[in-house]
Nanobody, 120 residues
Framework: QVQLVESGGGLVQPGGSLRLSCAASGSIYSIYAMGWYRQAPGKQRELVANCPNDGSTTYVDSVKGRFTISRDYAKNTVSLQMNSLKPEDAAVYYC??????????????WGQGTQVTVSS
């Protein structure tokens, strides 16, 4: 069994910063990628940032230059540093990980979600 536990959401003023963190634990054989999705009310879930094992990073256009994703491969964690936050960044942010276990060769796992509110 695999668990992803997120932390770091909250309320911030426009222009402010937040850092989200996510830790994967359980019967992990290998992690192929980790990243973040978000979902705002009435909108589809969208991929915000992704970091596969080759160290590359991808971002949705709306956050490029403001958000930075990073992984600690030894600790099975992923973080999202969010700077210059805008009201349109407000959403529930979900950590995801592409993980192989002894039971399943590869599957996507999700965190519980953490609320990010950007408001003055």
């Amino acid at each position: 069994q695999v668990q992803l536990v997120e932390s770091g959401g909250g309320l911030v003023q426009p222009g402010g910063s937040l850092r989200l963190s996510c830790a994967a634990s359980g019967s992990i054989y290998s992690i192929y990628a980790m990243g973040w999705y978000r979902q705002a009310p009435g909108k589809q879930r969208e991929l915000v940032a992704n970091c596969p094992n080759d160290g590359s990073t991808t971002y949705v256009d709306s956050v490029k230059g403001r958000f930075t994703i990073s992984r600690d491969y030894a600790k099975n964690t992923v973080s999202l540093q969010m700077n210059s936050l805008k009201p349109e960044d407000a959403a529930v942010y979900y950590c995801f990980a592409d993980i192989g276990t002894m039971t399943f060769p590869r599957a996507n796992y999700w965190g519980q979600g953490t609320q990010v509110t950007v408001s003055s």
